[in-house]
């Protein structure tokens, strides 16, 4: 029998998608942006200690690998011959911050998650050396002086780890957020891997200054970052180097995009005041500002959308960053153990179909924007007797959609013109009842594409697009046409606004629980305990601990 003919599509374009909760690959047909076939894996989240948040880069560089194969299997599966595959896009969860040994490409520690929260005492230490040193940070990078980007969590990992102390020491370091470890992974890694990354992903370190388009020196400065470490700044489209390994060996890596920037891309926002909001492990809400960088006066961060091609323009966008979305959904599942999958939310909040004045404000790692406020954390609140668990998953998908509604506000005030309409991606975005909250909510229609997946989209597109493959136009006009489901508002505008008001009081409540001194004074303890505890560490480097926190632990004379 003769083997069966491989299907002919034409060229296709593969996107590494690549967050918080886990890894994708997915591969699309560059002529109908069609979703072929894609594979995913979940990722181990670790919390050594509270407001701590870290995840093994051995682990999230496996899955990629593992993710690639797979849908590999399956193109073949499908017929489809996998030499068609000409480009690999990469979108990758930001801020995320990784230290590796160039030498060995052994990671130095692992990654430290753009949530966690442990680089609050650096924050506030760095607030004091200069007055106004915020605003000197903001009018380079467009970020506030937060634990939320990467130049805190540099330099914590200078300041405590001393694997990464001497490995900088001896000129063995590289820096990267997370689409730094994979390319330079992915492109050989020790034997000439490519270090770099990408203006999206540079402008969310705090160290790249977004008019310039370069690391800024009086930054590195200001945060003691040695510069050598830092990946050289690409476009998001071009070609970094080519895969160095398994099915899709060859094959060039030519896109690189931070994953809301990935979406925004991937949902078309390519004319000044189109938005998008992405429903993740976090929520953000991206408007595209055009060639001009707005600064917010309401909370918002000023960012670099995207820049598709060496010679072409950097597009800059306002944005909404919410800390905790998906994630409050995992919390419980695998914290409470109200839901045994994360699809389970909905059915539950569908059976009560409303909170019954129940209010949830998942403030886990503090409030992001509009607030920008480490102090606060999760509450649940308006309990009664009559409160089970249906209407707290049903409080905790209000919470993802009254956080959207504060940024969008923000947003707004900023903009001066309000959305008609807010378009939406994501996996949360699957949950119709969350749809219709946030079509109440806002009281504005949300605009959901029938195929959810802008962030991979928008990554392949990218790739696809690069000076060298040209496989993909990115002209309006050959753009395919996306079908849309859109969700009215279904309650009345007094409503809506009695329910967010009520949100509000309850964010008033979450705020201010944890003071810097007794986080730190609890941390402190609890490092010195697990030092105690940790076989690994050599006696030396214990007694050395302890003597560096004596002066924090002991009261003061």
Known sequence: MAAAKKAVLGPLVGAVDQGT????????NSKTAELLSHHQVELKQEFPREGWVEQDPKEILHSVYECIEKTCEKLGQLNIDI?????????????????????TGEPLYNAVVWLDLRTQSTV??????????????????????????????????????????????????????????LIWSLTGGASGGVHCTDVTNASRTMLFNIHSLEWDKELCEFFEIPMKILPNVRSSSEIYGLMKAGALEGVPISGCLGDQSAALVGQMCF?????????????????????????????????????????????????GSVAIAGAVIRWLRDNLGIIKTSEEIEKLAKEVGTSYGCYFV?????????YWEPSARGIICGLTQFTNKCHIAFAALEAVCFQTREILDAMNRDCGIPLSHLQV?????????????????????????????????????????????????????????????R???????????????????????????????SSESVSDFAFLGGCLHDLNQPKAVLISEYISLLPRLLPSP
């Not at 690999?88 to 030498?103: A, C, H, M, P, Y």
């Not at 000044?272 to 909370?299: I, M």
């Not at 749809?435 to 790739?463: H, R």
């Open 487 to 517: 969700f009215e508002p279904q309650i009345n505008a007094e409503e809506s606004e009695i329910r967010y008001s009520t949100w509000k009081k309850a964010v008033m409540k979450s705020m201010g629980w944890v003071t810097t001194q």
């Open 362 to 370: 998942p403030a886990f790692s503090g409030l992001y924007a509009p």
């Open 425 to 485: 991606d994501g996996g949360m975005t699957n949950n119709k009842i969350l749809m219709q909250l946030q079509a109440d909510i806002l009281y504005i229609p949300v605009v959901k594409p029938s195929m959810p997946e802008t962030t991979a989209l928008g990554a392949a597109m990218a790739a696809g697009a690069a000076e060298g493959v040209g496989v993909w136009s990115l002209e309006p006009e050959d753009l395919s046409a996306v079908t849309m489901e």
């Open 124 to 181: 506030e230490s760095l607030s004091k050396r200069i007055p106004g040193n915020n605003n000197f940070v903001k009018s380079k990078t467009g970020l506030p002086l937060s634990t939320y980007f990467s130049a805190v969590k540099l330099r914590w990992l200078l300041d405590n780890v001393r694997k990464v102390q001497k490995a900088v020491e001896e000129d063995r370091a590289l820096f990267g957020t997370v689409d730094s470890w």
């Open 21 to 28: 909760s886990s890894t994708r690959f997915l591969v699309f």
């Open 271 to 319: 004319q000044d005041g189109q938005a998008k909001n992405t429903y993740g492990t976090g929520c953000f809400l991206l408007c595209n500002t055009g060639r001009k960088c707005v600064f917010s006066e309401h909370g918002l961060l000023t960012t670099v959308a995207y820049k598709l091609g060496r010679d072409k323009p950097v597009y800059y966008a306002l944005e």
């Open 83 to 103: 030499s068609n595959i000409k480009a690999i896009g990469v979108s990758n969860q930001r801020e995320t911050t990784v230290v590796w040994d160039k030498l």
